[in-house]
């Protein structure tokens, strides 16, 4: 696989994570961080989130930032400055660089040099991929995933029916705007391949978000119910039953998605008991929902879980047990695809596994990298001498 090179002016969580899935390929990413303006911690707010994990000398790399950020290098960077947005030119063009990514507001991008027909006047054939809210029409919305869960309807159907709209357990937006700035980049490198041309994306993560109501949004205009578009617990609003049951020792989780299910569920003895002729169908399953959840709970919870699953698997329903987090990193699946990284004090650390298995690619990823660790090599490696490297200091251009 060719290795490219993507310079990414990134903080947060959602362009780190798109151009993590950059390094997980071997490919060269370094991230660009201001340079301190005195009123705060210098550099990515997310380097101070968590709990530390070295001495205080090293306080720029806690819990929270290391994950999206292993296996990168770092620079700081001062784009205000003329002299700084020089920098960047000459780092796009030396280094030859394939991809610039950035996840600041878009009113920021022609102050900051980095506007794409700026940057694509130093490299045309230069793939140029932002992050924001709401993409270059609303150029002040800052993007906080929270609120875009808010604003677009995740809150309304997370929750239980009878209580208040609810977060997700993940930053699923941030996360969904970084898969897609990674998916964009890949099709705009094998456009370039064919064309020799460059790219704009301009990944907004309303719209993003917005594409993952695919089970929802039409319904509208069908004439739903509106329970059909809400908070339905851990239930599915279509295939009944598809729930969490509890058990003698602990909770399990049904899912029967067809009416062939059903009638192999109803076949276990344990389960005869909530057949009848209405519940035969999905939509018979609908009128008796709630009455279904009962029948079925009454069974589970008079049996273990190691009981119920073994009659649920003899019958192929799919069902399992409701994992922690911890219980996950431990699953026969996952145990030998997990990514790691090493502290510095020689300590591993598991991470998450790549989303899909790719041959060659990297296991272990560095560990993050300080705050401007590799400003001085990156300059050097770009042609600039020891001397012009120390003006800039000099200058507060670069830290």
Known sequence: MMRRTV???????SLPYATLRFAQLGWRVIR????????????????YIGSRLTDESDDDRRSYFVAPNVGKEAIALNLKHAQGQAVLARLIRELDVDVFCCNTVPSRYAGLGIAPDILRAVKPDLIWAGISAMGPRYPEAPGYDPVLQAMTGYMEVTGERSGPPMLMGLPVIDLKAGDELYANVMLALLERYETGQGKDIHVSMLQAAASWLITVLPLVDFGCQPDEITRAGNEHRKFIPTNVYPTSDGY???????????????????FACVANEVRATNEGRHAQREAIHADIGAVTRAHSADEILADLKGATIPATRIQNIRQVRELGPLTDRLTRTVMPGGRVVRMPPMAVEIAGAPSELAFPPKYGQHTRSVLAEAGLTGDEVQALYGAGVVA
Not at 7 to 13: T, V
Not at 32 to 44: K, V
Not at 254 to 267: E, K, M, P
């Open 32 to 47: 660009i961080e201001g340079t301190p303006t005195g009123q705060g911690l210098p550099g990515d707010p997310n380097r």
């Open 252 to 270: 399990i989780f049904l899912a029967i998605g067809s009416d062939v299910q059903w009638r192999r569920l109803t076949a276990i003895p344990k």
């Open 7 to 13: 310079l990414s002016m990134e903080q947060a969580l």
